[in-house]
């Protein structure tokens, strides 16, 4: 039995759900807006057993052998923020208790929490990165504003984003920043060179790399300013070596799946952005029509 | 200098620096993380620089970290707008996961993606771990919401810092904390075991700093070593 857990409204996880459904296999969905009827129940000692409680029926546990897991944060939800502290507390604990199983059970897990903790840290993840062959660009964190300026005057074009997971508009910085550097101190920023060319997508799906090519004059594509900035997404395969290394990029992280952020330069070098531990691979999907749905649902089907 | 980072507030991070007396340890706190000075490349760090204690420090004259912390939490910056906190104790965790991962002196325990001092398992997966390395275990049972019986029987105690034991002097209690530790990947671990069977009940990566003994034997692999793990 395949287990996928997270909300309906989720495109990616209704998209491996479908797929799940067209491939026949045996698969549930559970409904995090039904946790407040949930429950867990787990025995580990060699091996780890038990059973989920869910409103259409229990599963037991060491029947699950595949699991695609895009969990919302379940106070957040509003059946569950409407309810009894005493019930989002059970709540809490069932999804910590779901979590834990995920980490320790034999069946394969798209993907298991610890493996994408990485995306929380995108300094520590470009190490990670950079070890696997690919260049990453030139990245200062700072909260001292005389070695941003001496980064900026390195590099001469840089940008600032997010050091951690919360997404982030990347934004260029420019002289009207100036007036903001003296804020620097209350909290480290992260800054890095500018990279320019051309952005590739690449989903690895177990042993398979679909890339597609997105074109856009925005900085971020994914924020473009303009109407004539919006991304126009076509599929594109990578050159071999970069495919190759895509696939070890995520082997490497222990993930089953993963969304790459690429760019190409003028002079033909591969820079990688990060790696994104539970893509939201529709929107490449539906642009490219690339069948990554159909390959997750494939891979968790092999387990 | 010895690095402990911890919060101001976190009485074991005073008591094991009290051990240490006048040996040169500062603590860094999540205030540090909030003032300037601070410089971090990536992804080859050269020439970095850390606000420890309120002062500026080359990240080179660091010999050792110590990691009393899973992470740093909103409610503690206390200095930073309360509508903030939560973004920024993200940022900061962000950022002292990366500086840490990228120091070259011994740090104890080294950080993972999840937790900045190491593996934060939980106990049934401590468990798990256990038994496959063959300790005879207690089967671990867990209903979510409902709190777990402690392991409050009588039990021995073991504390590893690198290949050292203290505590109990059962030998195979001693090998089977120290085969625990490396499956973890840790120098720091307590585990606990029944007195009666030897069972392992439960392990910790934050042991209990109070024994003289431990203390020094912390700062002893802090100071005395160097190593390369980037």
Redesign the interface.
């Known amino acids: 039995m395949i287990l996928v857990w997270s909300v309906p409204r989720d495109s990616a996880a209704s998209a491996v759900a479908a797929a799940l459904e067209r491939w026949g296999a045996d698969a549930r969905f559970f409904d995090q807006n039904d946790a407040l009827e949930a ?10 057993t ?1 059973r989920l409680q869910l409103p259409d029926g229990d599963i037991r546990l060491e029947e699950i052998s595949g699991v695609y897991i895009r969990p919302y944060e379940t106070s957040r939800l509003q059946t569950i923020a409407s309810a009894p502290d005493h019930a989002q ?2 709540v809490a ?2 999804d ?3 979590l ?2 995920s ?2 059970t034999a069946a394969r897990v798209v993907n298991r ?2 493996a994408m ?2 995306n ?5 993840q ?2 990670i ?2 070890a696997q062959g690919f260049d ?1 660009p ?8 005389d ?1 941003l300026e001496a980064f900026w005057e390195k590099h001469q074009s840089i940008v600032y984003k ?5 997404r982030s508009i990347v934004t260029k910085v420019t002289p009207a920043h100036r007036e903001r550097f003296a804020a ?6 992260q800054f890095q060179q500018w990279i320019p060319g051309t952005d590739f997508r690449a989903h690895v799906v177990g042993g398979e790399v679909f890339a597609c090519r997105v074109e856009s004059s925005a900085t971020d594509y994914r924020y473009p300013d303009r109407e004539e900035d919006a991304p126009k997404i076509q599929a594109q395969e990578l050159p071999a070596d970069i495919a190759e290394r895509c696939g070890s990029l995520a082997a490497s992280m222990g993930l089953l799946l993963a969304g790459i952020d690429l760019r190409r330069t003028p002079d033909e070098r591969w820079f990688c952005f990060e790696v994104n531990p539970s893509p939201g691979f529709t929107y490449y999907e539906q642009a490219s029509g690339q069948p990554i749905a159909d390959g997750i649902a494939r891979l968790l089907a092999a387990a | 200098m010895i690095v402990v980072v911890a919060s101001g507030h976190d009485p074991r991070a005073r008591s094991v620096m009290e051990h240490w007396g006048s040996q040169c340890a500062m603590m860094l706190t999540a205030e540090d993380l909030c003032m300037p000075g601070w410089q971090f490349t990536a992804p080859r760090p050269q020439n970095g620089m850390a606000v420890i204690g309120g002062k500026i420090v080359a990240d080179a004259a660091i010999k050792g970290i110590l990691t009393l912390r899973p992470c740093i939490f909103p409610e503690e910056l206390l200095s930073i707008a309360a509508a903030h906190r939560r973004y920024v104790a993200a940022e900061l965790n962000a950022f002292l996961l990366a500086w840490l991962a990228a120091q070259t002196c011994p740090v104890l325990n080294r950080p993972t993606a999840y937790c900045l001092a190491g593996p934060n398992w939980r106990a049934e997966q401590w468990t798990l771990t256990a038994a496959r390395l063959g300790i005879p275990t207690q089967t671990r049972h867990c209903i979510a919401g409902r709190h777990a019986h402690g392991n409050f029987e009588e039990a021995f105690e073991i504390t590893a810092v690198g290949e050292r034991c203290f505590g109990c002097q059962d030998k195979i209690l001693r090998i089977n904390t120290l085969r625990l530790a490396r499956a973890a990947g840790v120098d720091l671990l307590s585990a606990r075991f029944s007195r009666d069977e030897g069972k392992f009940l439960s392990a910790n990566i934050w042991p209990q700093l109070t024994d003289a003994a431990v203390a020094a034997a912390v700062h002893e692999s802090l100071a005395n070593r160097r190593e390369n793990r980037r």
Not at chain 1, 162 to 166: D, M, N
């Open positions: 429950g867990l129940e787990l025995a580990v000692d060699s091996g780890v038990g507390a059970k604990a069932l910590d208790a779901l834990g199983w980490e320790i929490p610890s903790a990485s929380h840290s995108k300094p520590y470009s190490s990165i950079h990453v030139e990245t200062l964190v700072t909260t001292d504003k070695a997010s050091i951690s997971g919360v620097l101190a209350n909290c480290p920023t």
